[in-house]
């Protein structure tokens, strides 16, 4: 139950878009509010955004406007849509499942934004 695979990373130049995307194991995706996490190099991990069992959205003030979070219950999926890419987004990003008694994390995609 939990088991969480990111996928979608790679270096992309400022001003670019890449697609996140988290599919998780089990059957209680659809009861989990959903999150992904960055965490930059000398930083410390920070929640990006999270989409609550209701669809409910949450963003950084850093990624508001640039990023979408959203979710597919029928593929077990959670995707970030990352657009105007800017270089202090380059970090591992982190997909997270959370309900009451667990928190499940991915291992982790390298997203790197540069010139």
């Known amino acids: 139950q939990g088991h969480l695979v990111e996928s979608g990373g790679g270096l992309v130049q400022p001003g670019g878009s890449l697609r996140l995307s988290c599919a998780a194991s089990?059957?209680?995706?659809?009861?989990?509010?959903m999150g992904w996490y960055r965490q930059s190099p000398g930083k410390q991990r920070e929640l990006v955004a999270a989409?609550?069992?209701?669809?409910?959205?949450n963003y950084a003030d850093s990624v508001k406007g640039r990023f979408t979070i959203s979710r597919d219950n029928a593929k077990n999926t959670v995707y970030l849509q990352m657009d105007n890419l800017k270089p202090e987004d380059t970090g591992v990003y982190y997909c997270?499942?959370?309900?009451?008694?667990?928190?499940?994390w991915g291992q982790g995609t390298q997203v790197t934004v540069s010139s």
């Open positions: 997270n499942l959370k309900r009451p008694g667990i928190s499940a």
């Open positions: 089990g059957s209680i995706f659809r009861l989990a509010v």
């Open positions: 989409i609550s069992i209701g669809g409910s959205l």
